[in-house]
């Protein structure tokens, strides 16, 4: 939701207690995007691992809707702290390291990216127009990979800038939603053509989000890398990449696995400033939590939990066209199936269980309140309108 002063108070973190059930919504603000992300629904504890990262992430601070400051004293008061008289008046400052004071002029986005902006400042915008502004996104996106892989210097320049900027963009979409699995489902149903990083790019920063990471640098890079993880592509023959997975030989399927190297091999060749994390996402993008992955066959805690957010969304997608099984699978069955998976002991373990649960739990919680405010909604609808009828 867009950052509106006048309907959210914020609240120190130590305010709150990791398992206490508030009755309360809360809520965490990015800077960057001006924008108000749901972290817990009322009723729902914030939890002592989730507490942990955010302390670790060095959060200060939670924002709760104005209306809820009655429920948040009684909260308060049941843990033996003082109530507030009235919700506390902040200002939000710029994100750090920005200056309030005038500044030179930067260089403008592309007219791809200034149209795109506009687009995603509109609080209206609907899941299907959400798409056609990604399905956009992906031409802009294919064109620039081009220019990385295949031109000189300057063009490689220029398309490494705008993937940066269509990251930003990503971010936008991703941070907007207030129903991840409706959104993913929807996005994913769309008649759009969507390019495949672009989802897998959205789709890992929804689920970063969904587990309380907030940091925009990091969900800056998860995007960056999500765009880049299989730009190594272009160095494997179009007719094994085509080729459904179940189908290649012992040769394809080795060559299809040194795209993760080639991948980090092009970027470091663009010279372009990338964090460290960034390369470590790529490379463990196919890394399955219980070793039987690529390229290296790590295990467990050697894989990070960001590049397994980025395989998560990765099989999602390919999940949906078919490229890991048999058939194509809709975006509710492609959930099903990595939800069974990670709680099956005798299947594969492509990704960490326990990151599993925690992403669909809160996409759970979501979706159970969504389909309750839409059933209320519709009571009131049916019974105003038997009024009108009476």
Known sequence: MKADLNKMFSVPLDKLQADAAPPFPVYIYLKRNDKFVPMRLAGDPIGTQKYQQLRRGQLQELWIPK????????????????????????????????????QAAVVPKSEEAALTRDVLEDEELTSEEKAQVLSALSQDLLRSLNQITTRGEPARADGLRRCREIADEILSVAAANSNIYEEILALRQSQEDIEHSIIVGTVATMFALAIGFVDENLLADITVAALFHDVGLVKVKPEVVAKPERTWSASERK???????????????????????????????????????????????????????????????????????????????????????????????EIQPELVERVFQFMLTEKEAADKLRAEAEGRMNEAAKGVAG
Do not use: W
């Open 67 to 102: 209306d809820f400051l009655e429920a948040f004293n009684r909260y308060l008061e049941g843990i033996g702290q003082a109530p507030l008289t009235s919700a506390p008046e902040k200002e939000i400052l710029p994100p750090a390291g920005a200056s309030a004071e005038p």
């Open 255 to 349: 060559e299809y696995e040194q795209h993760v190297m080639s991948s980090l091999e092009i970027l470091r060749e663009s010279a372009s400033q990338f964090d460290p994390r960034v390369f470590r996402m790529i490379k463990e993008h196919h890394e399955n939590y219980d070793g039987s992955g690529f390229p290296e066959g790590l295990k467990g805690a050697q894989i990070d939990e960001l590049s397994q957010l980025i395989h998560m969304a990765n099989l999602f997608d390919r999940l949906c066209t078919g490229k890991q099984t048999a058939q194509d699978l809709s975006p509710a069955e492609a959930f099903d199936y990595i939800y069974a998976a990670a709680r099956d002991p005798k299947a594969v373990h």
